[in-house]
Structure formats: C-alpha cells, structure tokens
C-alpha cells in the first residue's frame, strides 16, 4: 500500500536484532537554521553509534517512509526549503499524495513503530501551549504518546509551552512521565520547571523495563523520558522568562498560528539569545541520544 525505505545500516541492524533509535526529522528543517541543523543531525546520529545503538532517522521524501537516511538524503531534507511538517493528522496525505515531509514527534512516533522501533530521541516535545484555554492549541505529539509504544526521550517540555497544562494533560491521558536522574521535570534550555516530576528512574535498565512492563500489561501507549540538559550548556529560567514573553507577544500581533507557532518561537528566541539557545538545543538533543541509546540497548537485552 505504501512504499517503505530501510537504511542500509538500520536493515543490517535489525537483521542481527541490535538496539535501534529512532530519530525525528521536524527538528532538522524546522527546529534549527542550515547549517546547524545537518551538522547536528550528523552528531546526534553519531552520538547514538557511539551508545552501541544504530540511528533511524525518519521522514518522508518523495512518497516514501524511510526508516533511516542515508547521508545525502539528510543533506538534501536540511537544505531544502518549504518542507511540510507532518504530525498523526498529515503522513497518510502526504504519502498518497507523493509529497515530502518532515516528521515530528507524532509521526516519528507512529513511523517508528510501524518499524519495530520502541525508543526515540528528540529535544522536546510538543505540548499545551500558553492561552490555549482561548486557542486550543495541544500538540498532537501528547495523544500519541497516549496510544503509540514508544519510549521517547525529551529535555521535557519547552517553556514556550504551558508546563503544568502540559503535565496534567498527559496524566489525564495515562502517559507515565519519568525525571531521569532528578524528582523535578525538566524545562528543555533549563534543568528545573518548578514542577516535580510524576516519576523519577535513575537507570536506563529502568525504564526498559517499565516499557515493557506495560506491554506485557497490555496497556497501549509510550512513556515520555525527561532528561535535563547538561548542567554546563543550561539556560535559566530567569534569563529565559522575558525572552520567552518578548517572542510570545510577537507571535500574537503577527497572528501566528497553528503549525507554525512552536517553528517561529523556537526562531526568535534563537535570534534574541544571539545563538545561545541554539548551542543549548544541540546539546540537549545529543544527550537524549547517548540516554536512548542505553535505553534501547537494555530493551534489546531484555528482549
Ligand atoms: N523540539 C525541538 N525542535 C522542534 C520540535 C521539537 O527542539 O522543532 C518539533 C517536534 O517535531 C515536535 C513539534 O513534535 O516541534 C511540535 O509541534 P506542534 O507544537 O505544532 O505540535
Ligand atoms: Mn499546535
């Protein structure tokens, strides 16, 4: 029905059952400017090699799934301009419609799975955003976590997002949330949100085991891993706040909606952080994949 591609390195993985990340692609052509956005996407999937995992970044070029790009095929996604941004609602069109996209957490979510992948890195993940008691705008990225098996490793919520609204939300839905390593649930630039974490693991071993604990529970669904930036590559919620509101009351008066809310605040605050965000983005997407990496290694382990 649909035309799915492997990566030469991801088929010769999971022919020999070695641990798998799956890698999102809405971050490359939306998250970050050219040419951050390949050299990070190079080191993030280096980065996963270098945990004993293969990486399987995903998108959708030309019509096909592919599970896994090869190097000329993330080159030409990060340089390409007007990429679409696919969540749940949109991969179906655009593979009928033989088109080219980018997947965000969603999709890479529903991507991977269809592949036999259970764990996946990004930097944050989609949420309630602020006012969205007026916009309702809630990123789909939280009923997938709802209903797709897979563990997805995050720096938590970014603080463009309504964090509380976010958290309660996903409890609503039965999503476990787990603070890697600390009790508080991480804030993406910053370590601390304010807000505890509704479950803590300390160890990859962990968490591979509650992934499949609620597999064998029958329980549908992922879990969301908040893995706080590193320490020396944080910024604070303090510096951040009226940097963050400056971009907000822009987005407003230039009444920017829908898909193209989270792309033009992560853009300014990048620009009004004079790049620091972006060196703090990096840093945050690389350690979730040394995390899930593990991760995956002990789910395969496990086995
Ligand atoms: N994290 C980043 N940069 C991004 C995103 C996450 O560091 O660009 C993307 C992810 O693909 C996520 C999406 O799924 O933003 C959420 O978009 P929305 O709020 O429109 O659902
Ligand atoms: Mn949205």
């Known amino acids: 029905m649909y035309d799915i591609t492997y990566s030469s390195e991801v088929r010769a993985a999971q022919a020999a059952a070695l641990p798998v990340v799956a890698l999102e692609s809405t971050i490359i052509t939306h998250g970050m400017p050219y040419p951050q956005n390949i050299e990070t996407a190079r080191e993030v999937e280096a980065e996963v090699r270098a945990h004993a995992a293969v990486p399987a970044t995903i998108a959708v070029l030309e019509g096909r799934l592919h599970i896994g790009l090869e190097d000329h095929e993330l080159e030409t996604l990060a340089k390409a301009q007007d990429v679409a941004k696919l969540s749940r609602a949109d991969l179906a069109a ?18 991977a799975h269809i592949a036999g992948i259970s764990v996946f ?131 407003r008066a230039q009444g920017i909606s829908g898909k193209s809310v989270t792309p033009f605040l992560l853009a300014r605050i990048f620009e009004l952080t004079d790049g620091r965000s972006l060196a703090t983005n990096i840093a945050l997407v690389l350690n979730n994949a040394r995390l899930a990496a593990q991760i995956a290694g002990e789910i395969s382990r496990q086995g």
């Open 121 to 251: 890195a990004t930097g944050g993940i989609g949420g309630v955003h602020q006012g969205a008691e007026l916009s309702f705008d809630v990123s789909a990225d939280l009923q997938e976590l709802a209903q797709t098996p897979v563990t997805v490793v995050a720096a938590g919520a970014k603080a463009i997002l309504d964090i509380p609204k976010t958290l309660e939300v996903l409890e609503t839905l039965g999503v476990p949330v787990i603070g890697y390593g600390q009790s508080e649930f991480p804030a993406f630039w910053s370590r601390a949100s304010g807000l505890a974490a509704p479950l803590r693991m300390d160890t990859a071993k962990e968490i591979a085991k509650a992934h499949a604990m609620r597999a064998a529970l029958g329980l549908p669904g992922g879990q969301l891993v908040g893995n706080p930036v590193p320490e020396t590559a944080e910024i604070s919620r303090e510096t951040l706040a009226p940097i963050i509101e400056q971009a907000q009351s822009e987005a």
């Open 94 to 111: 655009c593979l009928a419609m033989k088109g080219t996209g980018a997947t965000t957490v969603a999709a890479t979510m529903i991507a």
